[in-house]
């Protein structure tokens, strides 16, 4: 399967948008954002588990990134509260189980340069932000690695951010409130992928708060 492959495309992703798919676990649904290949897949997805669903042992043959959005996602390692962002490196392994309130995650599978192996769990709600380099920001590093940097990024009502390029393209997600540009009004929920030299010029007139990822996506095809 090829679903939104080509990284020098520009792709929004509404919460009308979604088109939920059952997985092979019962339970538990996929919302997919991108994908290159089948069950075994280099993919950004939003998954969603039912209450007191499971899923099958597992190891991360390319790591695995994911966000808790709602609920609580468990495994037999520690239990995940929505807001908790988690990276487990290529070779871990684990094996999920969801509690009587469900849980939705924003996960990305095969994305982790072979020696990016740093295992974390971060609980961003209890975690501080730092001043951003414009007013009304504040930011909060997640991940940095070369051709990599993961954020959460809080825009206070009003905060506009100067046109800007992004080298390695930018991956958004938005949690809070609605992100905006010169494109368009992007609310909670929605994903945003910019390829490698797009350009805009970010605002928020209500404030919201987004996770962000730069610097990963291909150079070479938007080159």
């Known amino acids: 399967m090829k679903l ?127 001043e951003g380099s414009a007013p009304g920001l504040s930011v909060l590093p997640l991940h940095s690695v070369p051709a990599e940097n993961v954020a959460l990024v809080r825009w206070e009502p009003g905060t506009k951010f100067g046109e800007h390029t992004h080298w390695g393209g930018e991956e958004i997600f938005v949690l809070e409130g609605t992100f905006q540009d010169e494109h368009g009004d992007y609310p909670a929920g929605t994903w945003i992928r910019s390829p490698h030299l797009s350009r805009h010029t970010p605002f928020s007139d209500e404030g919201c708060l987004i996770y962000v990822k730069t610097g990963h996506l291909p150079v070479a095809q938007a080159a």
Do not use: C
């Not at 092979?24 to 919302?31: E, H, L, Y």
């Not at 996960?107 to 982790?112: A, D, I, T, Y």
């Open 4 to 130: 939104n492959a080509d990284f020098s495309e520009r792709v929004v992703i509404r919460p009308e948008d979604y088109a939920w798919v059952d997985s092979p676990a019962n339970g538990v649904q996929r919302m997919m954002l991108d994908r290159i290949g089948d069950e075994v897949a280099r993919a950004t997805t939003i998954v969603r588990f039912a209450p007191n669903s499971s899923f099958d042992a597992h190891s991360h043959g390319g790591g695995e990134e994911f966000l808790v959005l709602e609920g609580v996602f468990s495994d037999e390692h520690a239990d995940y509260p929505a807001g908790t962002y988690v990276r487990n490196p290529i070779g871990t392994s684990h094996t999920p189980h969801i509690g009587p309130e469900g849980a939705t995650i924003l996960v990305k599978l095969h994305q982790f340069d072979a020696d990016d192996n740093e295992q974390k769990a971060i609980d961003t709600n209890n975690a501080s932000f730092v």
